[in-house]
């Protein structure tokens, strides 16, 4: 692993000042970035036209919010999305989106995906700077069609910064009072034919305390939690003309993240490398035919390091791991052409093709690669054949090296009754296809994989309807939202062979059930405050406990109000989120709940120039200073060796300041 030193960053965060300087213009107040439209890019607009539920968080939310991650920033921006992170920024979380488990969302960068095919149970949440961020597109729904396996609940796209008609640059450094220090900067311009986006983002803290005080043993040593992470990218495009267009982009990330227990540790660590590189040409060939053709490269490497203090305590530490090696590098190629040959109808027809291979030193995950091709094909009705109605369909065939092939559908639509009223929904079929784990695992100590393992397969419906009204200067928009979803062949651990000692993955019988509902509210006054609200209700039921699914909360508010009044230089945020009543499986006495807890953040910015160059941003995180618990575990007490549950615990009250200069 390559440490950033304190010398290398500054000499990098120069480096990018400089260039953002070299290319400011302090006379402009607004930049305008480009817009052209792409095919891949528009996919989650289209989807929405025809019938998807897509929400769009942006990086002014992000800015106005004072988030560090994106993981903080979905928790308390993205409607109907459970996120919990278990100790504060850039560690794992828990998620759920419409009542799933955490391994049935897929989480993308720019449009290519980013999970950690090696386990189901993890996201890759925890190296991503909220700074990198242009918006994020939340697609409700199974979305197996175009992104495949994992699509099962949703997809959710991390747009990075986007390339500018003019020079565009910022800086920003910021601290809070779990000792975070922060720097980001950007600088992006237009010249001649080519477009160039350069950002980076360095995080450092020695953190929290992230269990009580009652949870910790006398033998856990280490009861902060550290992190350092720093992340640069490149974009760049070049357009041959205004049909033609070739993009090349990378972004490389370096951390050190603690992973610490209440229990023996003296010191745990994951050290994270990570690039993630892609190339894209876009043709539009005819008003007939347009396509792109993309290629990407996923390198994530990781080395675990973990050193125990003994009971009793010694001057000797136990090696439980130095340095392990676990990571998976995924590669592979992406068509998709747009087919208009009338006015009636457009088509879509498309190729995947994505190589996979990984291994885990720790958990003795040896190393396997796995290819998986996939067609797929969809027709959409045009405004010329229904008017105000929106039709799509299509089919996906997947093929993967290892494990049986799959085919699902999707039919979706859109029906705009008048102005004022709206209906729209989706249903089809969803997959997972195994993780390296559930495929191969062979600890001897613990489970084995099973290369037999069918797809876990869904059956899924989304359908809403929504209202827009005002009153008086007031713009308001009311959407009542039901989701369903059957997942079949679960996997999970499904016998014990005695002769090993190790339990044995398969496909559990019967069906996970969800059925849920939503209601989003958005209101406005563009000139002096917006405000939203969004309840989600998830019922999800375990087929063999017959309980709901572990770390899914019964229900989930999120609401937020923004004060931005256009005539004086500042604005101000509040956000309250709310998670229900969660259950905690495979404890040391079987199952606990936890939850029913609402997090209160309040944060404000102000303009220090007339031209707002310069911006000073507040933000009071767990404004109450609410202990809470972001999930649960088990550990040993020292004394007697007996078990118990111990708290993971959320950020506490934490106050964050940051100074913006924008070129």
Same mark, same amino acid.
């Given at each position: 692993m390559?440490r950033f030193?304190?010398?290398?960053?500054?000499?990098?965060?120069i480096?990018l000042?400089?260039?953002?300087?070299a290319y400011?213009?302090?006379?402009?107040?607004e930049?305008?970035?480009?817009?052209?439209?792409r095919?891949?890019?528009?996919i989650p607009q289209?989807?929405?036209?025809y019938g998807?539920?897509?929400?769009?968080?942006?990086?002014?939310?992000?800015k106005?919010?004072?988030?560090?991650?994106?993981a903080?920033?979905?928790?308390t921006?993205?409607p109907?999305?459970?996120?919990?992170p278990?100790?504060?920024p850039?560690?794992?979380?828990?998620?759920s989106f419409?009542?799933?488990?955490t391994?049935d969302?897929?989480?993308?960068?720019?449009?290519v995906r980013?999970?950690n095919?090696l386990?189901?149970?993890?996201?890759p949440?925890?190296?991503?700077?909220a700074?990198?961020?242009?918006?994020?597109?939340i697609i409700?729904?199974?979305?197996?069609l175009?992104y495949?396996?994992?699509?099962?609940?949703g997809?959710?796209?991390?747009?990075?910064?986007?390339?500018?008609?003019?020079?565009?640059?910022?800086?920003a450094?910021?601290a809070d009072?779990?000792n975070?220090?922060?720097?980001?900067?950007?600088?992006?311009d237009?010249?001649?034919?080519?477009?160039?986006?350069?950002?980076?983002?360095?995080?450092?803290?020695?953190?929290y305390?992230?269990f009580r005080d009652?949870?910790?043993?006398?033998?856990a040593t280490d009861r902060?939690?550290?992190?350092?992470?720093?992340t640069l990218?490149?974009?760049?495009?070049?357009?041959f003309?205004?049909?033609?267009r070739?993009?090349?982009?990378?972004?490389?990330t370096?951390?050190?993240?603690?992973?610490?227990?209440?229990?023996?540790?003296?010191?745990?660590?994951?050290?994270?490398d990570e690039?993630?590189a892609?190339?894209?040409?876009?043709?539009?060939?005819?008003?007939?035919?347009q396509f792109?053709?993309?290629t990407?490269?996923?390198?994530?490497?990781?080395?675990y390091?973990?050193?125990?203090n003994?009971?009793p305590?010694?001057?000797?530490?136990?090696v439980?791991?130095n340095?392990?090696?676990?990571?998976?590098?995924?590669?592979?190629?992406?068509?998709?052409a747009k087919?208009?040959?009338?006015r009636?109808f457009?088509?879509?027809?498309?190729y995947?093709l994505?190589?996979y291979?990984?291994?885990?030193?720790?958990?003795?995950?040896t190393?396997?690669?796995?290819?998986t091709?996939?067609?797929?094909a969809?027709?959409?009705?045009?405004?010329?054949l229904?008017?105000?109605?929106?039709? =799509?369909?299509g089919?996906?065939?997947?093929?993967p090296? &290892? %494990?049986?092939?799959?085919?699902?559908?999707? @039919?979706? +639509?859109? $029906?705009?009754?008048?102005?004022?009223?709206f209906?729209?929904?989706?249903?089809?079929?969803?997959?997972r296809?195994?993780?390296?784990?559930?495929l191969f695992?062979?600890?001897?100590?613990?489970?084995?994989?099973?290369?037999d393992?069918?797809?876990?397969?869904?059956?899924? =419906?989304?359908?809403s309807?929504?209202?827009?009204?005002? &009153? %008086?200067?007031?713009?308001?928009?009311v959407e @009542?939202i +039901?989701? $369903?979803?059957?997942?079949?062949d679960?996997?999970?651990?499904?016998?014990?062979d005695d002769?090993?000692?190790?339990?044995?993955?398969?496909?559990v019988p019967?069906?996970?059930?969800?059925?849920g509902?939503?209601i989003?509210?958005?209101?406005s006054?563009?000139?002096?405050?917006?405000a939203?609200?969004?309840?989600?209700?998830?019922?999800?039921?375990?087929?063999s406990?017959?309980?709901?699914?572990?770390n899914?909360p019964?229900?989930?508010?999120?609401?937020?109000?923004?004060y931005?009044?256009?005539?004086?230089?500042?604005?101000?945020?509040?956000t309250?989120?709310?998670?229900?009543?969660?259950?905690?499986?495979?404890l040391?006495d079987?199952?606990?709940?936890?939850?029913?807890?609402?997090?209160?953040?309040?944060?404000?910015r102000?303009?220090l120039d007339?031209?707002?160059?310069?911006?000073l941003?507040?933000?009071?995180?767990?404004l109450?200073?609410r202990?809470?618990?972001?999930?649960?575990?088990?550990?040993t007490?020292?004394?007697?060796?007996s078990?118990?549950?111990?708290w993971?615990l959320?950020?506490p009250?934490?106050?964050?300041a940051?100074?913006?200069y924008?070129f």
């Amino acid at each position: 692993m390559r440490r950033f030193t304190k010398s290398a960053l500054i000499g990098g965060c120069i480096g990018l000042i400089g260039l953002s300087a070299a290319y400011a213009d302090t006379d402009t107040l607004e930049q305008v970035t480009v817009t052209a439209k792409r095919l891949e890019e528009e996919i989650p607009q289209e989807l929405a036209k025809y019938g998807t539920r897509v929400d769009v968080i942006t990086a002014a939310q992000i800015k106005n919010g004072g988030f560090t991650d994106v993981a903080t920033a979905l928790q308390t921006l993205a409607p109907g999305l459970f996120i919990s992170p278990k100790n504060g920024p850039f560690d794992y979380v828990h998620a759920s989106f419409q009542g799933s488990s955490t391994g049935d969302i897929l989480w993308l960068v720019d449009g290519v995906r980013i999970n950690n095919r090696l386990y189901n149970g993890t996201t890759p949440l925890d190296t991503l700077p909220a700074s990198m961020v242009e918006r994020i597109e939340i697609i409700e729904g199974g979305q197996a069609l175009f992104y495949g396996t994992q699509a099962v609940a949703g997809a959710v796209n991390i747009v990075t910064k986007s390339f500018s008609d003019t020079p565009d640059g910022a800086i920003a450094v910021a601290a809070d009072t779990i000792n975070d220090r922060h720097f980001d900067g950007y600088a992006r311009d237009t010249i001649g034919k080519g477009q160039f986006v350069v950002y980076g983002s360095a995080d450092k803290s020695s953190g929290y305390q992230p269990f009580r005080d009652e949870d910790f043993q006398p033998s856990a040593t280490d009861r902060s939690r550290d992190y350092e992470v720093l992340t640069l990218g490149v974009k760049y495009a070049y357009n041959f003309s205004d049909k033609i267009r070739l993009t090349l982009s990378e972004q490389h990330t370096d951390g050190r993240l603690d992973d610490l227990q209440p229990q023996l540790v003296n010191t745990a660590f994951n050290d994270r490398d990570e690039d993630l590189a892609t190339a894209k040409l876009d043709i539009e060939a005819s008003d007939v035919v347009q396509f792109f053709i993309k290629t990407y490269y996923h390198d994530w490497r990781s080395h675990y390091t973990e050193f125990d203090n003994t009971i009793p305590p010694s001057d000797t530490l136990s090696v439980i791991e130095n340095d392990g090696p676990w990571g998976y590098r995924d590669y592979g190629a992406n068509l998709l052409a747009k087919l208009s040959f009338g006015r009636d109808f457009d088509y879509f027809v498309g190729y995947d093709l994505q190589n996979y291979s990984g291994s885990d030193a720790v958990l003795v995950i040896t190393q396997h690669t796995e290819r998986t091709q996939a067609l797929f094909a969809q027709v959409r009705t045009t405004s010329d054949l229904f008017g105000n109605l929106k039709l =799509a369909a299509g089919v996906r065939y997947s093929d993967p090296s &290892v %494990g049986e092939s799959d085919t699902v559908w999707n @039919l979706s +639509g859109r $029906y705009e009754i008048n102005p004022n009223v709206f209906v729209r929904g989706q249903v089809g079929t969803a997959f997972r296809l195994p993780t390296a784990e559930e495929l191969f695992a062979d600890d001897p100590e613990d489970e084995r994989g099973n290369p037999d393992l069918k797809p876990e397969t869904s059956t899924n =419906a989304n359908l809403s309807v929504g209202f827009l009204f005002n &009153v %008086g200067v007031t713009q308001n928009k009311v959407e @009542l939202i +039901g989701f $369903y979803r059957d997942v079949k062949d679960l996997i999970d651990f499904t016998s014990f062979d005695d002769a090993t000692g190790q339990a044995v993955f398969g496909n559990v019988p019967g069906t996970v059930s969800v059925r849920g509902g939503e209601i989003s509210l958005e209101s406005s006054q563009s000139e002096s405050w917006s405000a939203t609200l969004d309840y989600t209700y998830n019922h999800s039921i375990d087929p063999s406990t017959q309980l709901q699914v572990a770390n899914v909360p019964t229900n989930l508010v999120k609401a937020s109000i923004d004060y931005h009044p256009a005539a004086e230089p500042w604005g101000a945020n509040l956000t309250v989120n709310h998670f229900g009543k969660t259950i905690a499986t495979g404890l040391w006495d079987g199952n606990e709940a936890y939850g029913n807890d609402t997090i209160v953040n309040l944060s404000g910015r102000v303009f220090l120039d007339s031209q707002r160059h310069q911006r000073l941003d507040l933000s009071l995180q767990n404004l109450f200073d609410r202990k809470y618990s972001t999930s649960l575990g088990t550990a040993t007490r020292d004394l007697d060796g007996s078990n118990y549950t111990y708290w993971n615990l959320g950020v506490p009250r934490n106050l964050r300041a940051s100074y913006t200069y924008h070129f």
